[in-house]
């Protein structure tokens, strides 16, 4: 049954609302109507079963046509910013309005787990390029005359590093996802992805010609359904499985050996966002695609704002991926490279991996110890330096986090729609830049909240 504006807005105004003034969500009977007769169903098999962020998007943007319908309806129409300032209190009735605060206590927070972001040796590599007259600005996409030595040097090296045919610098691993998931699927090809992948990899998808369906988080035998199922319907393509090493918000693995045999039967692609474990994991820090790498349907995502404390991405594969993002990836031609500057930092932060694995083995002394510490709260450790603290409630979350940053920790919340409905933590983040004392007095704090 469609749902009308005239069923959801009755022809008197609500209580309180005078005509000609714009209710606002509240105050119509929207917010009582059920979640999915909200949620849109476009042709897309897979829409309706959508991960939460996009089905909460997908809410937001319908409850705001909804009030333009009931704004005219009471004789008014909603200027852009009233549309703009509506959504942003209905964020904030539902506890979901963010700010943007500085960084303030210590860091329990960033992905800088190696503690490189501040590191004398890649400030050193930054100042020796600006000596040798590397230019801050690229000037121009990679295509013109935005392609630098360094960009190029850097390519050479991570492919070598890695182990893989070929990489592509880009500027952030947003940008990667969306140039990888929107350009490499072809029409007719099907998207089969774990459906805690990261936003931007949805954001491709949705840019792109090929069909997609989610599978149940790291479920090997629902990712092999969902791609026979789109065979006995006639897809004939290739299906190219998406999935995120570490994943970002819970901290946990995905099977790759298991995902690459699926990849294999099913003649599939497979496409492995490495942001979290890159630096962390794997020998030399390689990741924990490091014995992928070289295969030719295997693509990699190595973003460089995370351990490699740098920003922009590699992404690394088959030299044919490389070739054809460039001559099809329209974030790529269309887009000002990366600063060369930032592209030598990023060289200096591989060798770093390299050179000193004490970093990595002080990081995983710290991993241990938070795990223990948190273990006595009955949290479970994840053995990553992504450790979620479950709370559910979206205010009670914020209210935990704002407690910690006022004892001097900082801890963010997180909340749909970056996590799935009911499920709004903490996200603690153990780097370098703290040590087992931070993380023992971080942990006493968190006793007295929960
Ligand atoms: C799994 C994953 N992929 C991609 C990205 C985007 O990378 P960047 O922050 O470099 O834009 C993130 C960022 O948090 C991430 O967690």
């Not at 105004?13 to 969500?25: M, N």
């Not at 970002?248 to 790759?256: I, N």
């Not at 790529?332 to 200096?348: E, H, K, M, N, R």
Request: charged letters at 25%.
């Amino acid at each position: 049954m469609s749902i009308g504006p005239s069923a959801l807005f009755p022809a008197v105004a609500p209580s309180g609302a005078r005509i000609g003034e714009v209710p606002s969500l509240v105050d119509c009977p929207l917010a009582d109507l059920p979640k999915e007769r909200l949620a849109g169903s476009g042709p897309n098999p897979i829409e309706g079963a959508c991960p939460v962020s996009e089905g909460d998007d997908r809410r937001t943007r319908r409850e705001l046509v909804l009030a333009r319908q009931a704004a005219s309806r009471y004789g008014t129409s909603m200027t852009a910013l009233k549309v703009l300032e509506t959504d942003l209190r209905r964020l904030e009735e539902v506890g979901r309005r963010r700010v943007l605060t500085t960084r303030r206590g210590q860091d329990f927070a960033s992905n800088d787990y190696l503690g490189l972001a501040g590191s004398d040796r890649l400030r050193q590599a930054i100042s020796d390029a600006l000596d040798r007259g590397v230019p801050i600005g690229s000037g121009g996409s990679r295509l013109l005359r935005g392609n630098a030595e360094e960009h190029e040097q850097l390519e050479e090296e991570a492919a070598r590093f890695f182990g893989a045919q070929s990489a592509l610098f880009t500027g952030a691993g947003y940008g990667a996802n969306l140039l990888i998931f929107a350009t490499l699927p072809q029409r007719g090809d099907l998207v089969v992805h774990d459906e805690l992948v990261h936003a931007s990899a949805h954001e491709g998808m949705r840019l792109g010609r090929a069909e997609r369906t989610a599978f149940a988080h790291n479920d090997i035998g629902a990712a092999a359904d969902a791609v026979a199922s789109w065979r006995r319907r006639g897809g004939r393509g290739t299906p190219w499985i998406a999935v995120e090493s570490l994943y970002s918000m819970d901290g946990d693995r995905a099977p790759l050996a298991d995902l690459t045999a699926l990849a294999d039967r099913e003649a599939a692609m497979l496409v492995i966002d490495e942001a979290h474990a890159t630096g962390v994991f794997g020998p030399e820090g390689r990741g924990l695609a490091a014995g992928l790498e070289g295969r030719d349907n295997v693509v990699t995502l190595r973003t460089c704002g995370k351990a490699l404390g740098c920003e922009g991405a590699l992404i690394l594969g088959p030299a044919i991926v490389r070739d054809f993002l460039i001559n099809r990836g329209r974030g790529f031609i269309f887009s000002t490279a990366p600063s060369p500057l930032i592209a030598a930092a990023v060289g200096q932060a591989l060798r770093i991996l390299r050179e000193e694995p004490e970093r990595r083995e002080r990081l995983s002394t710290l991993v241990r110890h938070a795990g223990r510490e948190l273990g006595h709260l009955g949290i479970a450790a994840t053995g990553s330096s992504i450790q979620p603290v479950l709370i559910g409630d979206d205010r009670r979350t914020m209210e935990v986090a704002s407690a910690l940053q006022a004892a001097g920790f900082d801890v963010r919340g997180i909340r749909p729609p970056t996590v799935p409905a009911g499920t709004s933590r903490l996200r603690l983040s153990i780097t370098l830049n703290v040590d087992q004392a931070a993380i023992s007095a971080l942990a006493t704090a968190l006793r007295k909240l929960l």
